[in-house]
């Protein structure tokens, strides 16, 4: 029996958002820990930290987002033996995969630091706690926001992958209801324009805090 | 972990494994190429044209950066058999690789062409060559030399996201993995296995790219 | 007792030799005035001494102690001896007072209202008592430099170290500067600048020491160096000045 694409359907579709948003909220707050870790251990004077970290970000950003939850939701449950959910596998390994991209982002802002306000810092005594609390990180977060605004909206899009698993989420809500509506070119239109509708605004945020931040200092810039 | 790894099983299939992975990479180079001509086409057209084409190819992009590939996929994918196409799986992937590319493609190579200074475009004009062919030698040449590492990085995204490809049962490295591991019960062995080649096929492409570069815009240069 | 002793130092960066056994000693109240071509090894010299660069050889006394090259050494030294530098390097994310205020509170534990009494004193010291609420990018550079001088000043050093501190400057505002250098020099600080201006140099130095590819050529009372200088480099020096303009050839004698 076929149903058409109808209010019910689309209510179902779009009730789904909810969990795209609820797991990229997860892992981009799990993965903002440990991004913020990592960032600091890249930028530190020990070279075997770096170096440690340096792996984790290139394997995190080397292998497809799919190879990742495929090892941590198949892989796992086999290598522990045990019964893995869908919900915690795919919110460790998005938090982890968020973790190496943010930990590359926040590097990346940590080092355009110009190394004399380390210095100037250090010349007041501060410690390298101190430094990085009082006078390195309060700037590099601020010119890391239009970035990291737009890794989100790379999680978000890339929590759609989760459904290839089966994890619930607004692109699996579609597939269900092609699989009942057959209407395809009806229902991923729709779930892509509910894509678009959480993404766009944050991009154009991102682009909008990013020319703020470059008139604030000052800089001109082709965008 | 009472776990005991079977790797020889991976081993077993390595010739399975290495044609998924000629594939992946045949998949991918071919979306490269298609679609940095659209890529060149649609930046020329967005710096050059008329104003409908430009805000069309605007919409275009933003449509794309804001909507999860998968979600592409599948449009694509239902979509062509509607417009009298009938495809195969790896020929519709082929078809959304490269309009995914050509979006990010576009706005890289535009903020290329943005760095070109007004100052050399007019000294080719003032030499006598037509707006195309000034276009090609004064302004995409010296233009993709400044964006060539942005693009190797995208180029390397796009064959790390071919893996999604997968999932209306296109045949690449992912494809082959999952039929393996089911059949062999094997999955952490091949998962991992796989993603190992997949970090291996980036750090090989980020390397032939890099001799490109050097052949192309170093050596070339010279003479 | 020399408030500090350089004895030896050489340093070099790759196959550049930027000090070469220097020996440099420093009584308290002392307002020494290095001066020198670009890569004469001022600029080095002055950063070994507070440790932002490590001399291959030779050693450092400050107050009659070896430097210790701990990272705890470091930040004890750094309390004693204070850095203002060419571009000021302010906290561009905190006010005048925070600039102020973070090496009180932080490296020196200071209650935050006395490290705010003392801000207010120094900035009174630098005559921008009225800017202390002020963000450092509306400030001119005049001014900016004026509050790092404030900014190192609070944090009552024995030594204070200056790094060219006026050549950044749009030639308008470094007599605001000078008068602030002058003060302190008749205040009784010990200062150490690496500087090009002469007339500050002549008026208020009581050492002159002129660097010459990586080595001291010439010390002494900067009236006796300007008037009668022994070397030739130092000589050719002078010349060089000279053309910058005939305001500064009464410095010469």
């Given at each position: 029996m076929n149903r058409t694409f109808e209010l019910s359907e689309f209510l179902f579709v779009a009730a789904a958002v909810r969990w795209t948003l609820l797991l990229s909220l997860v892992a981009f707050l799990g993965g903002g820990i440990v991004g913020l870790l990592i960032a600091i251990m890249r930028t530190t004077h020990n070279r075997a930290l770096r170096l440690v970290t340096a792996g984790y970000i290139q394997l995190f950003q080397g292998t497809p987002v799919l190879m990742q939850l495929f090892l941590f939701y198949y892989g796992f449950a086999v290598l522990f033996d045990m019964q893995v959910d869908a919900w915690p596998a795919v919110a460790l390994a998005f938090t982890l995969y968020s973790g190496a991209f943010l930990g590359e982002i926040w590097r990346g802002s940590i080092q355009a630091i110009p190394r004399t306000q380390w210095e100037a810092s250090a010349c007041l005594s501060l410690s390298y706690v101190q430094q990085l609390r009082f006078v390195i990180l309060p700037q590099a977060m601020r010119i890391s926001i239009p970035p990291t605004v737009g890794f989100l909206v790379q999680l978000i899009k890339g929590t759609s992958i989760a459904s290839i698993i089966g994890f619930v989420e607004l692109t699996r809500a579609g597939q269900l209801m092609v699989n009942v509506t057959f209407q395809p070119m009806i229902v991923y239109p729709v779930v892509a324009a509910l894509y678009f509708a959480v993404c766009w605004p944050l991009s154009l945020l991102s682009r909008f805090l990013e020319r703020r931040i470059d008139a604030d200092l000052g800089i001109k810039r082709h965008l | 972990m009472h776990y005991a790894f079977h790797f020889n099983v991976v081993w077993d299939h390595w010739r399975e494994l290495a044609e998924g992975g000629l594939l992946t990479i045949r998949l991918s180079a071919l979306a490269m190429a298609i679609g940095l001509a659209v890529a060149t086409v649609c930046a020329y057209a967005k710096a050059a044209g008329p104003s409908p084409l430009r805000w069309t190819i605007a919409a275009y992009i933003e449509l794309i950066r804001n909507t999860p590939f998968l979600v592409q996929i599948f449009i694509i994918y239902f979509s062509l058999p509607a417009l009298g196409v009938s495809v195969e799986a790896n020929q519709a992937a082929l078809a959304a690789m490269v309009v995914n590319f050509g979006a990010y493609g576009t706005e890289i190579l535009r903020a290329g062409i943005e760095s070109i200074s007004h100052g050399q475009i007019d000294a080719g004009r003032a030499l006598g060559l037509t707006r195309l062919q000034t276009f090609r030698y004064v302004v995409l040449f010296p233009a993709l030399k400044t964006v060539f590492p942005a693009l190797a990085s995208q180029f390397i995204l796009l064959m790390l996201a071919s893996s999604i490809v997968s999932a209306i049962s296109a045949v690449e490295l992912t494809a082959v993995t999952n039929s393996l591991q089911s059949t062999t019960f094997r999955p952490f062995e091949f998962y991992f296995v796989a993603t190992g080649l997949y970090l291996g096929m980036a750090l090989g492409f980020r390397a032939v790219l890099g001799g490109v570069y050097w052949m192309v815009f170093v050596r070339g240069q010279r003479s | 007792m020399p408030i500090l002793a350089l004895n030896g130092i050489s340093k070099r960066f790759g196959t550049h030799i930027?000090?070469?056994d220097v020996s440099l000693s420093i009584e308290t109240g002392e307002v020494v005035a290095i001066i020198g071509r670009s890569g004469s090894g001022k600029t080095s010299l002055l950063r070994c001494i507070n440790g932002l660069e490590v001399p291959d050889s030779g050693e450092i006394l400050f107050d009659g102690h070896r430097v210790e090259r701990s990272r705890a050494g470091l930040r004890a030294l750094r309390r004693e001896i204070g850095i203002v530098f060419q571009s000021f390097?302010?906290?561009?994310?905190?006010?005048v007072e925070g600039n102020i205020t973070l090496g009180l509170t932080?490296?020196?534990?200071?209650?935050l209202e006395e490290a705010r009494k003392r801000a207010r004193d120094v900035l009174r010291q630098v005559g921008l008592?009225?800017?202390?609420?002020?963000?450092?990018?509306?400030?001119s550079g005049g001014q900016q430099q004026r509050v790092a001088i404030a900014r190192s000043l609070a944090m009552q050093p024995r030594l204070m170290l200056f790094d060219?501190?006026?050549?950044?400057?749009d030639p308008e505002l470094v007599g605001e500067v000078i008068n602030v250098l002058e003060k302190l020099a008749t205040d009784g600080m010990t200062m150490i600048l690496v500087t090009h201006e002469m007339g500050f140099a002549r008026a208020a130095a009581d050492t002159l020491v002129f660097m010459h590819e990586g080595r001291i050529r010439e010390k002494g009372p900067p009236s006796r160096l300007f008037a009668a200088p022994v070397t030739t480099e130092l000589a050719n020096f002078i010349d060089a000045i000279l053309p910058a303009g005939p305001h500064i050839s009464h410095v010469f004698g």
């Amino acid at each position: 029996m076929n149903r058409t694409f109808e209010l019910s359907e689309f209510l179902f579709v779009a009730a789904a958002v909810r969990w795209t948003l609820l797991l990229s909220l997860v892992a981009f707050l799990g993965g903002g820990i440990v991004g913020l870790l990592i960032a600091i251990m890249r930028t530190t004077h020990n070279r075997a930290l770096r170096l440690v970290t340096a792996g984790y970000i290139q394997l995190f950003q080397g292998t497809p987002v799919l190879m990742q939850l495929f090892l941590f939701y198949y892989g796992f449950a086999v290598l522990f033996d045990m019964q893995v959910d869908a919900w915690p596998a795919v919110a460790l390994a998005f938090t982890l995969y968020s973790g190496a991209f943010l930990g590359e982002i926040w590097r990346g802002s940590i080092q355009a630091i110009p190394r004399t306000q380390w210095e100037a810092s250090a010349c007041l005594s501060l410690s390298y706690v101190q430094q990085l609390r009082f006078v390195i990180l309060p700037q590099a977060m601020r010119i890391s926001i239009p970035p990291t605004v737009g890794f989100l909206v790379q999680l978000i899009k890339g929590t759609s992958i989760a459904s290839i698993i089966g994890f619930v989420e607004l692109t699996r809500a579609g597939q269900l209801m092609v699989n009942v509506t057959f209407q395809p070119m009806i229902v991923y239109p729709v779930v892509a324009a509910l894509y678009f509708a959480v993404c766009w605004p944050l991009s154009l945020l991102s682009r909008f805090l990013e020319r703020r931040i470059d008139a604030d200092l000052g800089i001109k810039r082709h965008l | 972990m009472h776990y005991a790894f079977h790797f020889n099983v991976v081993w077993d299939h390595w010739r399975e494994l290495a044609e998924g992975g000629l594939l992946t990479i045949r998949l991918s180079a071919l979306a490269m190429a298609i679609g940095l001509a659209v890529a060149t086409v649609c930046a020329y057209a967005k710096a050059a044209g008329p104003s409908p084409l430009r805000w069309t190819i605007a919409a275009y992009i933003e449509l794309i950066r804001n909507t999860p590939f998968l979600v592409q996929i599948f449009i694509i994918y239902f979509s062509l058999p509607a417009l009298g196409v009938s495809v195969e799986a790896n020929q519709a992937a082929l078809a959304a690789m490269v309009v995914n590319f050509g979006a990010y493609g576009t706005e890289i190579l535009r903020a290329g062409i943005e760095s070109i200074s007004h100052g050399q475009i007019d000294a080719g004009r003032a030499l006598g060559l037509t707006r195309l062919q000034t276009f090609r030698y004064v302004v995409l040449f010296p233009a993709l030399k400044t964006v060539f590492p942005a693009l190797a990085s995208q180029f390397i995204l796009l064959m790390l996201a071919s893996s999604i490809v997968s999932a209306i049962s296109a045949v690449e490295l992912t494809a082959v993995t999952n039929s393996l591991q089911s059949t062999t019960f094997r999955p952490f062995e091949f998962y991992f296995v796989a993603t190992g080649l997949y970090l291996g096929m980036a750090l090989g492409f980020r390397a032939v790219l890099g001799g490109v570069y050097w052949m192309v815009f170093v050596r070339g240069q010279r003479s | 007792m020399p408030i500090l002793a350089l004895n030896g130092i050489s340093k070099r960066f790759g196959t550049h030799i930027a000090l070469d056994d220097v020996s440099l000693s420093i009584e308290t109240g002392e307002v020494v005035a290095i001066i020198g071509r670009s890569g004469s090894g001022k600029t080095s010299l002055l950063r070994c001494i507070n440790g932002l660069e490590v001399p291959d050889s030779g050693e450092i006394l400050f107050d009659g102690h070896r430097v210790e090259r701990s990272r705890a050494g470091l930040r004890a030294l750094r309390r004693e001896i204070g850095i203002v530098f060419q571009s000021f390097n302010l906290f561009p994310h905190l006010t005048v007072e925070g600039n102020i205020t973070l090496g009180l509170t932080e490296a020196k534990g200071v209650p935050l209202e006395e490290a705010r009494k003392r801000a207010r004193d120094v900035l009174r010291q630098v005559g921008l008592e009225d800017k202390i609420g002020a963000v450092p990018l509306r400030l001119s550079g005049g001014q900016q430099q004026r509050v790092a001088i404030a900014r190192s000043l609070a944090m009552q050093p024995r030594l204070m170290l200056f790094d060219e501190i006026t050549s950044a400057l749009d030639p308008e505002l470094v007599g605001e500067v000078i008068n602030v250098l002058e003060k302190l020099a008749t205040d009784g600080m010990t200062m150490i600048l690496v500087t090009h201006e002469m007339g500050f140099a002549r008026a208020a130095a009581d050492t002159l020491v002129f660097m010459h590819e990586g080595r001291i050529r010439e010390k002494g009372p900067p009236s006796r160096l300007f008037a009668a200088p022994v070397t030739t480099e130092l000589a050719n020096f002078i010349d060089a000045i000279l053309p910058a303009g005939p305001h500064i050839s009464h410095v010469f004698g």
